[in-house]
């Protein structure tokens, strides 16, 4: 007896539909086993972890707050993977972004502008970002250095920069000498849209960048560009396509979606600059991304997803006295069978016995 | 010489298969196939390309399990769980891929396959076998340093020293030149008179008219014929391949007067990859209305060619002209933008993308043209359009409307990617191996396509290792040898001995040069 893995002629369309909820199904398979090991009751759990954030309103608008940025770093992060551009630092563009525009909002702060300076703010966000994105890119371009680890190690430069700003000259003077920035005036947030004011407008900029990816990638030659790219590589330079340059674009745009997320949140829900501003929405993207199979539709709904096991999460916390790591566990659990159901998509798995009939 | 067999066994085969099939998914491969191999014969087994010859040889070889069907081997059913096992029971196989280490010495290669024994002894009998065969092999030399041929050789050996009662040759003579392949039928001659049995793999007619006496032909995964080859004239042959009469290719002779179309000038090019070929001098032009044929033995700087003149990869501007204008540092969009156009050797991954579907395969080297793509937003529709266009106009069967460019057979997907290219009446086109794997039918309309379009005033460069395909369709004929060319002379004044020669003597200089 062995096993082999048989490549499918052709991939069924019902097999990329199948592997991610098969994906899911495993991940709560595993995590109430997980549970029951650490002796907690399974099923009590997983409704901590899955119902109770879908119970409420408040719960419902959490989840769109926790979503947006999960989702728009996921966007950018569909064109890299497409085209080979393994960008694992987006948490690290995204603390760029935030920092760039909390720069606008903390340099013109107390002097009366009007709500033009958010719309600034967003702006500079998204260049910090895509700078920031380029840099990976540059150095995978020009020197031919691995951008899976220059990106990788751009975030810890770039958590610590942000450290460095809110302990050193960002601190806010009358902060009682806590980490933090000024509190940012209503000038520099973004408005909330909601009686409890979580939602905000960023959830809709979210879904304008959902489109527009979906056409990107669909329907233009750039998309075209991309998937080719990744494809072969071969047949990309043969059509005259710069591999170069692409590479830096869709860094610039990946980096640019991250800075978006990042300014979005210090403008939003948290309203200043900490030493952290994410809870490693940079890093469970790239589960949503793949979650969501590259794809912008897909990765709307897998964003919502991961979503969940953030707000899961707290609750447990709170409710069955978790610690936060077990989100992690979770989340590293989706990614790992993920991955190994969309090895199902492209093969067989085949039962081949030794010394066949002949 | 001890044979392994004695010639007057003769009736009881060697290998008999019977009713041999196998299925991947919906397609039956091989299709209840019998074959017997006498002691002491080389046996043919003919196809086009896609017949199920590589399916069969593997069964026979254990690599695939049958789905039905039975081996009988010297007069026993034999049951094979993997090549080892083959290798046990007396059966070698030599693949047209080698799987040798570049890195390592003859000798290092072939104890790899052997039981452990003294390298000092071992040298000493793979000198002796490689003398015994004819098969010269210097037992101390690094692999990368040895020609295509020479590394067919150390398998070979590696398979003689197992002392095979069968030997397995799957298309040997691809990657030969014509000294070399007359030095492996040499060879094989020896081995047969030792009473060992050699199946030998092969589209090519003529080698198996001269080195065969029984041949096996498969089409579509049957089994439909036996024969003599040596009875058969080539045509006959093909006709039992492809169950059509093939039609020759119509050559008008003398054109090429027209006006220079691509000019190249003391093009030097260091080939980036250490074991690739580096491009020394070489000067050539095409004119309008001609067929210029580069021929070589691969591996002597034909890729590093085609992506020079492509702009694949760049080089002085004056190196290379296409109508006069210097492109040599233009990309392959500005030089498509010329009138040029490249058919590239590698179909799947170079020419097309596997994953992608015609239409799409389409845009690939068709994005420059108008139409197509509108402020930077395709028009689905339109390349649907040029596809359907494309298959009608050259032929290019598939079982869907725009399936992914994997989903074709080699020669259709040839078909595709040379209708793509040339489809717009381009004034330039340069094709590398254009029939390369591809079916006799297709062959011959892929040809006669490239003498529609010199006819009409186009110039053709092809690069091809397949000689005769060189003197049928070209007007001059140049040799690529180590990245160097000379000068391309008229079909007329040269005969398949006089570039042989040159390819042999390229050949030679690598095999003796201290330092390749």
């Given at each position: 007896m062995r096993l082999t893995l048989e490549r499918r002629t052709q991939a069924g369309m019902w097999a990329s539909l199948a592997s991610p909820i098969l994906a899911v199904v495993l991940t709560l398979v595993f995590g109430a086993l997980l549970f029951s090991l650490i002796g907690i009751p399974p099923l009590a759990a997983l409704t901590v972890y899955f119902l109770s954030p879908l119970a409420d309103l408040w719960a419902l608008e959490e989840l769109t707050v926790k979503a947006a940025p999960l989702i728009l770093i996921a966007l950018g992060l569909a064109p890299c993977y497409l085209s080979n551009n393994w960008n694992i630092g987006a948490e690290g563009q995204l603390v760029m972004g935030a920092v760039a525009g909390s720069a606008v909002a903390i340099a013109t702060h107390g002097q009366g502008h009007g709500s033009y300076i958010v719309w600034l703010m967003l702006a500079a966000g998204v260049l910090g970002g895509a700078a920031y994105g380029l840099i990976p890119a540059v150095l995978k371009a020009r020197f031919g250095v691995s951008e899976i680890l220059t990106s990788l190690m751009l975030v810890y430069v770039a958590d610590l920069l942000l450290d460095y700003l809110v302990r050193g000259p960002w601190r806010d003077p009358k902060g009682f000498n806590f980490p933090t920035s000024v509190s940012f005036g209503l000038e520099a947030r973004l408005p909330g849209l909601s009686e409890t004011g979580r939602l905000h407008p960023g959830f809709f900029l979210m879904l304008l960048a959902v489109a527009l990816l979906a056409f990107m990638l669909a329907r233009t030659l750039k998309g075209f560009e991309i998937r080719l790219v990744g494809e072969a590589p071969r047949a990309a330079r043969f059509g005259g396509f710069d591999d170069k340059r692409l590479t830096l674009f869709v860094f610039a745009l990946s980096g640019a979606l991250a800075g978006l997320a990042g300014i979005i949140e210090v403008a939003g829900p948290i309203g200043n600059l900490q030493p952290t501003i994410s809870p490693g929405y940079g890093f469970t993207a790239i589960i949503v991304a793949f979650l969501g199979r590259l794809n912008p539709f897909g990765i709307l709904i897998a964003g919502f997803f991961l979503a969940l096991t953030f707000i899961g999460g707290e609750n447990a916390q709170i409710a069955l006295r978790l610690p936060l790591d077990v989100t992690r566990v979770f989340q590293g659990l989706l990614l790992f069978f993920v991955l190994a159901c969309d090895t199902l998509i492209l093969y067989r798995l085949r039962v081949t016995r030794e010394g066949a009939p002949a | 010489m001890t044979g392994v067999g004695t010639q007057d066994s003769g009736d009881q085969p060697l290998l008999a298969a019977s009713a041999i099939s196998k299925r991947y998914g919906s397609l039956l491969a091989n299709d209840a196939i019998d074959l017997a191999i006498r002691p002491g014969e080389i046996h043919a087994l003919l196809g086009e390309n896609g017949a199920g010859k590589s399916t069969l040889v593997k069964i026979l070889y254990g690599l695939i399990a049958p789905d039905s069907g039975q081996i009988i081997w010297q007069g026993a059913p034999l049951v094979l769980s993997g090549p080892a096992e083959a290798r046990h029971h007396g059966i070698a196989m030599v693949f047209q891929h080698f799987s040798l280490?570049?890195?390592?010495?003859v000798v290092e290669n072939v104890a790899l396959a052997l039981?452990?024994?003294p390298v000092a002894a071992l040298s000493e009998r793979v000198y002796r076998v490689s003398r015994e065969y004819g098969l010269d092999l210097e037992p101390g030399r690094e692999v990368w340093r040895l020609s295509v041929g020479e590394r067919q050789r150390i398998e070979i050996v590696r398979c003689l020293m197992q002392n095979p009662k069968l030997l397995i040759l799957d298309e040997p003579t691809s990657v030969l030149s014509p000294t070399e392949t007359s030095g492996l039928f040499r060879t094989l001659e020896a081995i047969r008179g030792e009473g060992r049995s050699v199946l030998y793999i092969s589209h090519k007619l003529e080698e198996v008219r001269v080195l065969c006496r029984s041949a096996t032909v498969l089409r579509h995964g049957r089994k439909v014929a036996s024969c003599d080859p040596s009875r058969e004239s080539a045509a006959s042959l093909a006709r039992m391949m492809v169950g059509e009469d093939i039609h020759d290719v119509q050559v008008k002779p003398h054109r090429g007067d027209g006006a220079e179309r691509l000019g190249v000038r003391q093009l030097n090019l260091a080939s980036p990859d250490p074991h690739g070929t580096s491009l020394v001098d070489v000067s050539f032009s095409v004119r309008a209305g001609e067929i210029v044929g580069i021929a070589g033995v691969?591996?002597?700087?034909q890729d590093e060619l085609f992506s020079a003149l492509s702009g694949e990869v760049s080089s002085l501007p004056e190196t290379v002209c296409i109508d006069g204008q210097?492109?040599?540092?233009?990309?392959i969009v500005a030089r498509r933008e010329l009138g040029a156009a490249f058919i590239p050797e590698e179909r799947l991954g170079h020419g097309a993308a596997p994953g992608f579907t015609l239409s799409e395969n389409v845009l690939v080297s068709q994005h420059g043209k108008q139409g197509f793509v509108r402020r930077g937003v395709l028009d689905r529709a339109a390349l649907r359009d040029c596809l359907a266009a494309i298959r009608q106009r050259f032929d290019v069967r598939a079982g869907e409307i725009d399936p992914p460019a994997r989903a074709l057979s080699g020669g259709n997907l040839q078909k595709f990617i040379v209708g793509r290219d040339i489809m717009g009446a381009p004034r330039l086109v340069i094709v590398a191996q254009p029939t390369w794997g591809v079916d006799a039918g297709a062959a011959a309309f892929l040809r006669q396509s490239l003498v529609d379009l010199a006819e009409q005033s186009g110039a053709v460069l092809v690069i091809s290792q397949d000689l005769d395909e060189l003197f049928e369709l070209s007007d001059r004929i140049a040799v690529l040898s180590r990245g160097r060319l000379s000068p391309a002379l008229p079909?007329?004044?040269?005969t398949r001995e006089s570039i042989g020669l040159m390819m042999g003597e390229a050949m030679r200089e690598v095999a003796h040069a201290p330092h390749a």
């Open positions: - | 280490f570049d890195t390592l010495s039981p452990p024994e691969a591996g002597n700087g210097a492109v040599g540092a233009k990309g079909r007329g004044q040269q």
